[in-house]
């Protein structure tokens, strides 16, 4: 039941109003209508939405005389007369002052404007049957709503710190609400004009990326690769980039400038117009596949990124409002109950969590995160302290981050633990997270599980990296392991007993012989008879493919410990001592299996022509005299070596990668991509 003069809500049985005093009979109450009167916040924004004129754009339209004509005229309706209150009975409300009563209305008119500008144009957009084909004229529209919005609020704004004969506290609030609704706005403004802006980047220039099949020759290709890279360059950097999305957008921009080079790998493929290099060809051409790939999901984290500033933006609006009811709550209290309050919608903080569900160690180098924090305060700044950990993975992380109004995205990755981890298992694990204030008064703590695979496990294909995860097998190799160097040792007794002492060190790529293919073939050898020899590792022929989703994989050093591996196994062993002498390597996948090859030599006679290693073929048939009588031959009769070491021309390396090959990934690429060993 609803009180007839004041409308405020009251007990079925109550036989007098708590709030104005009114006495309610039964016929009064009988009388009293099913649906309650306006209440008095309704009231104020109808009747300022009925003073307001109709919104021009570029024209102020809300006026001190406007507001003060509002603010007389509502005063009785909102509040009852003087009279009125100063004759209830048990009235324990406080009087509402002329100053109070106009803060309310500025703020009532504030809400209106909001919605005939922002919201109106937002809800254009969203209603549009034509999409996205009017999408930049919607952004356009929104932003200019934005900045009419600014403009206006600043007048507001100004008039309601004219007021005078409000309470500190009152003070505090006026500033904090006419401060978030500017942040809101203008958030919605940066969004905005970065959209626009990127919008014109990516019709006019992004889309316009060389393709090599447009071009005759792989050096015309990276020639032009080149002079967009320096065009998307220029207006990539001529965009005013939110700050709170910088690290998605420097990452996607990344992205971009790998295309130069991969484009200098086609170019080196075929240099002055040689015979082309099939190995760099088409490895570059992986890596344009995977850069396609990252360009996509990079596209869609900034974009995201993007969308969680508007949401915030959403986020402070509402709680202005939320603001602006709690002051109309406050106006009414006793100055007892005004000492007492404490607004809650005035620096409150904002923590939502992404957190990945599963977790490669062998791939720590890969994440940019475990968890992301998303944050910020309505309004003014916080100090919070953020600890997290994965117990048995990571170290504690700990940091301290100052919060504003602005949103902004905490990205968490504790560090790994040194020394040995229990992790040749998969097991469950929770990810810990606490944030508190600096003086240690917790905020909020939360535990989320994942799963922690072993540091064996290997994910060929997975959205959570952003990239065409077949790359990612470059984490597999360790040039810097012990157990490389001590191979390596071996491998060097075994050059030196087939040469005759001749050769006393792994040299690379350094002239020994009269012949660098020679000089090439000898040290794989030497690798090849020191695994199965010296370290005893023997091929395990259990199944293995880069097409299915998980992969059990031993690092290099487990290989040579537990003397056994599958093919790509043995292939990563070789490939990181090859690695470790600064030779040029490449992983090649033919159907169900792993290979490695060896550039003959580095710029210079043998330069892009390639040994193929069949690393799986570790038995006594290759003997060292076996590998001797392939050295004289080369030396003594030109003849290209064949067996486990096989030498192809580049007829006979397209014929086998385009008949024979799922993948091929270039090892010197794990530096150009970050890619490195797990520590542990």
């Given at each position: 039941?609803?009180c007839?003069?004041?409308?405020k809500?009251?007990?079925?049985q109550?036989?007098?109003?708590?709030?104005?005093?009114?006495?309610?009979?039964g016929t009064a109450?009988?009388?009293v209508?099913?649906?309650?009167?306006?209440?008095?916040r309704?009231?104020s924004?109808k009747a300022?939405?009925e003073?307001?004129?109709?919104k021009?754009?570029?024209?102020?339209?809300?006026?001190?005389?406007?507001?003060?004509?509002a603010?007389?005229?509502?005063?009785p309706?909102l509040?009852?007369?003087?009279d009125?209150?100063?004759?209830?009975?048990?009235?324990?409300?406080?009087?509402v002052?002329?100053?109070?009563?106009?803060?309310?209305?500025?703020?009532?008119?504030?809400?209106?404007?909001y919605?005939e500008?922002?919201?109106k144009?937002v809800?254009?957009?969203?209603?549009d049957?034509?999409?996205?084909?009017n999408?930049?004229?919607?952004?356009?529209?929104?932003?200019?709503?934005?900045?009419d919005?600014l403009?206006e609020?600043e007048n507001?704004c100004?008039?309601a710190e004219?007021?005078?004969g409000?309470?500190?506290?009152l003070?505090?609030?006026r500033d904090e609400?006419?401060?978030m609704?500017r942040?809101?706005?203008?958030a919605?403004?940066e969004a905005e004009?970065?959209?626009?802006?990127?919008?014109?980047l990516?019709?006019?220039?992004?889309s316009?990326?060389?393709k090599?099949f447009d071009?005759?020759m792989?050096?015309?290709?990276a020639e032009?690769?080149s002079?967009?890279?320096?065009?998307?360059?220029?207006?990539?950097e001529?965009i005013?980039?939110?700050?709170?999305v910088?690290?998605e957008w420097?990452?996607?921009?990344?992205?971009?400038?790998?295309?130069?080079?991969i484009?200098?790998?086609m170019?080196?493929?075929n240099?002055?117009d040689?015979?082309?290099d099939?190995l760099?060809?088409?490895s570059?051409?992986?890596?344009?596949?995977?850069?396609n790939?990252?360009?996509?999901?990079?596209f869609?984290?900034f974009?995201?990124?993007?969308?969680n500033v508007?949401?915030?933006a959403?986020?402070?609006?509402?709680?202005?409002r939320?603001?602006?009811?709690?002051v109309?709550?406050?106006v009414e209290?006793?100055?007892?109950?005004?000492?007492?309050?404490?607004?809650?919608n005035?620096g409150y903080?904002?923590?939502?969590?992404?957190v990945?569900?599963t977790?490669y160690?062998?791939?720590y180098?890969?994440?940019?995160?475990?968890?992301?924090i998303?944050?910020?305060c309505?309004?003014g700044s916080?100090?919070?302290?953020?600890?997290?950990?994965?117990e048995?993975?990571?170290?504690?992380?700990?940091?301290?981050f100052d919060?504003?109004?602005?949103y902004?995205a905490?990205y968490?990755?504790p560090p790994a633990?040194?020394?040995?981890?229990?992790l040749?298992t998969?097991?469950?694990?929770q990810?810990k997270i606490?944030?508190?204030?600096k003086?240690?008064?917790l905020?909020?703590?939360?535990?989320?599980p994942?799963?922690?695979?072993?540091?064996?496990?290997f994910?060929?294909y997975?959205s959570?990296y952003?990239?065409s995860?077949?790359?990612?097998?470059l984490?597999?190799?360790?040039p810097e392991?012990e157990?490389?160097?001590?191979?390596?040792r071996a491998?060097?007794?075994?050059?030196a007993?087939?040469?005759?002492?001749a050769?006393?060190?792994f040299?690379?790529?350094?002239?020994?012989?009269?012949s660098?293919y020679?000089?090439?073939?000898?040290?794989v050898a030497?690798?090849?008879?020191a695994l199965y020899d010296?370290m005893?590792?023997?091929?395990?022929?259990?199944?293995?493919?880069i097409?299915?989703?998980d992969?059990h994989?031993q690092?290099?050093e487990?290989v040579i410990?537990?003397?056994?591996?599958l093919?790509?196994?043995?292939?990563?062993?070789?490939a990181?001592a090859?690695?470790?002498a600064?030779m040029h390597a490449?992983?090649?996948?033919?159907p169900?299996?792993a290979?490695v090859?060896?550039?003959?030599?580095?710029?210079?006679?043998?330069?892009?022509?390639?040994f193929l290693?069949?690393t799986t073929?570790?038995?006594?048939?290759?003997?060292?005299?076996?590998f001797v009588d392939q050295?004289?031959?080369?030396?003594?009769?030109?003849?290209?070596?064949s067996g486990i070491?096989t030498?192809?021309?580049?007829n006979?390396?397209y014929?086998y990668?385009?008949?024979e090959?799922?993948?091929?990934?270039?090892?010197?690429?794990a530096?150009l991509?970050?890619?490195?060993?797990f520590?542990?």
């Amino acid at each position: 039941m609803f009180c007839p003069k004041c409308g405020k809500e009251i007990p079925s049985q109550a036989t007098f109003c708590s709030k104005c005093g009114t006495s309610i009979s039964g016929t009064a109450r009988s009388a009293v209508p099913e649906e309650p009167p306006l209440s008095a916040r309704e009231q104020s924004a109808k009747a300022g939405k009925e003073k307001r004129p109709k919104k021009k754009r570029g024209k102020k339209v809300l006026t001190t005389a406007v507001l003060i004509v509002a603010a007389i005229v509502l005063l009785p309706v909102l509040f009852g007369s003087p009279d009125d209150i100063s004759s209830s009975q048990g009235d324990t409300a406080g009087s509402v002052s002329d100053s109070e009563t106009e803060l309310l209305a500025i703020m009532d008119n504030t809400h209106i404007f909001y919605e005939e500008t922002i919201i109106k144009e937002v809800n254009e957009y969203l209603g549009d049957s034509e999409g996205l084909s009017n999408f930049l004229e919607h952004q356009e529209q929104t932003l200019q709503a934005c900045h009419d919005f600014l403009a206006e609020l600043e007048n507001l704004c100004q008039q309601a710190e004219a007021l005078s004969g409000l309470d500190a506290k009152l003070e505090t609030v006026r500033d904090e609400y006419f401060n978030m609704l500017r942040d809101s706005a203008t958030a919605c403004a940066e969004a905005e004009r970065f959209l626009i802006d990127f919008y014109d980047l990516d019709t006019n220039v992004i889309s316009y990326t060389p393709k090599w099949f447009d071009y005759g020759m792989p050096s015309e290709y990276a020639e032009a690769v080149s002079a967009w890279v320096q065009e998307a360059k220029t207006a990539c950097e001529s965009i005013s980039c939110p700050s709170n999305v910088e690290f998605e957008w420097e990452r996607y921009k990344s992205n971009l400038m790998y295309s130069e080079d991969i484009a200098e790998k086609m170019a080196m493929s075929n240099p002055e117009d040689q015979t082309i290099d099939w190995l760099r060809f088409l490895s570059a051409r992986a890596m344009m596949e995977r850069s396609n790939n990252t360009d996509e999901v990079l596209f869609d984290k900034f974009t995201d990124s993007i969308m969680n500033v508007l949401n915030h933006a959403v986020f402070q609006e509402t709680h202005a409002r939320a603001l602006s009811d709690e002051v109309w709550n406050y106006v009414e209290m006793t100055p007892e109950e005004k000492e007492e309050y404490i607004f809650e919608n005035i620096g409150y903080i904002e923590l939502d969590y992404d957190v990945v569900d599963t977790i490669y160690p062998s791939l720590y180098e890969t994440y940019d995160a475990f968890a992301i924090i998303k944050t910020s305060c309505t309004s003014g700044s916080r100090s919070i302290v953020v600890e997290a950990e994965i117990e048995g993975f990571t170290q504690k992380y700990v940091e301290t981050f100052d919060l504003d109004a602005t949103y902004r995205a905490i990205y968490i990755k504790p560090p790994a633990l040194t020394g040995e981890l229990n992790l040749n298992t998969a097991k469950p694990a929770q990810l810990k997270i606490t944030v508190s204030e600096k003086d240690g008064t917790l905020i909020e703590a939360k535990s989320f599980p994942i799963t922690l695979k072993s540091k064996y496990d290997f994910e060929w294909y997975s959205s959570d990296y952003g990239i065409s995860t077949k790359d990612n097998i470059l984490c597999f190799l360790t040039p810097e392991a012990e157990a490389i160097v001590q191979l390596k040792r071996a491998a060097v007794d075994e050059i030196a007993a087939m040469t005759g002492g001749a050769v006393q060190s792994f040299v690379g790529y350094q002239s020994i012989f009269p012949s660098n293919y020679a000089t090439t073939y000898i040290q794989v050898a030497g690798l090849m008879r020191a695994l199965y020899d010296e370290m005893g590792v023997r091929y395990n022929m259990n199944p293995y493919s880069i097409s299915g989703s998980d992969q059990h994989i031993q690092l290099p050093e487990d290989v040579i410990k537990n003397k056994s591996g599958l093919c790509i196994e043995t292939s990563l062993v070789i490939a990181s001592a090859l690695q470790s002498a600064k030779m040029h390597a490449f992983l090649v996948f033919p159907p169900g299996h792993a290979q490695v090859a060896v550039e003959v030599w580095n710029r210079g006679e043998g330069f892009m022509e390639y040994f193929l290693i069949e690393t799986t073929v570790l038995d006594s048939n290759n003997n060292r005299q076996f590998f001797v009588d392939q050295v004289n031959a080369i030396l003594q009769e030109n003849k290209a070596p064949s067996g486990i070491i096989t030498y192809m021309n580049s007829n006979e390396w397209y014929d086998y990668l385009k008949d024979e090959v799922e993948h091929i990934v270039d090892c010197n690429d794990a530096q150009l991509l970050g890619m490195t060993p797990f520590a542990n």
